[in-house]
């Protein structure tokens, strides 16, 4: 079952651009988390932001969630092309947290 | 260098045939997950293990097993019964048991396609 929507589902900006991608879900949480996914590849953690945390930085990546709204965005700054993935978001749920459930990504194209 | 290894990275499958996928980890991880990823369908749970002997079905376990007779290894198998197995496999491993707690490691994926 999947847990997580992202919005878009695909995205093509300029590189320096700002890329904002946005994530919903369905039940409460304990966590949500971000995962980058090049083409073929395996997935590469980003970021975890705790229910309890409103935002959260991490180089040129920027986590918010709002618990009420169940939802949470990332934001990557001054995109380059290297930026190109897949992005996905997984939520671990409040009262099971021995598995994460991924949503379906969004897709980041970053032209040079 | 610490991780996990999945192989082969390419597989080919016959009507019919169980295939076996291998996934290991020198992370010293408790937890291991098998997904599957079709396009625009993102990724779902299989199988995941928790500690060893012991293995739970994710969302979409029908024609798939799996063994934890190890803690380093958990292999995948798909069998005939599974009728639609063309996809990209991902294992992953956790270090703690719970541990949606804390981010999951990736393998750099199997591609099963049957011909």
């Known amino acids: 079952s999947q847990q997580g929507e992202e919005d878009p589902q695909a995205l093509s900006i300029q590189e320096g651009e700002n890329a904002t991608m946005n994530c919903s879900y369905k039940t409460s949480i304990n966590n949500l988390q971000w995962y980058r996914q090049n083409s073929g590849r395996g997935l590469v953690h980003l970021i975890l932001?705790?229910?309890?945390?409103r935002e959260k930085h991490s180089g040129r990546l920027r986590v918010t969630l709002d618990t009420s709204k169940k939802s949470s965005s990332l934001l990557i700054t001054a995109s380059r092309a290297a930026d190109t993935a897949s992005y996905f978001c997984a939520t671990a749920r409040s009262y099971n947290t021995d598995k994460l459930i991924f949503g379906t990504g969004t897709r980041l194209q970053v032209f040079p | 260098d610490g991780g996990i290894t999945q192989s082969p990275k390419y597989l080919f499958r016959k009507e019919g045939q169980n295939v076996t996928l291998s996934c290991e980890q020198n992370l010293n991880h408790d937890a291991m997950y098998w997904y599957r990823q079709d396009p625009g369908q993102g990724l779902r749970l299989i199988y995941y293990s928790q500690i060893v002997n012991d293995f739970q079905k994710g969302d979409i376990a029908e024609g798939y097993s799996v063994s934890r007779e190890k803690k380093e290894s958990f292999p995948l198998t798909v069998t005939s019964a599974q009728k639609n197995p063309t996809a990209f496999y991902l294992c992953a491993s956790s270090a703690p048991r719970d541990g949606a707690h804390y981010g999951y490691t990736f393998g750099s994926g199997t591609r099963l396609t049957v011909v």
């Open positions: 932001i705790r229910s309890n945390e």
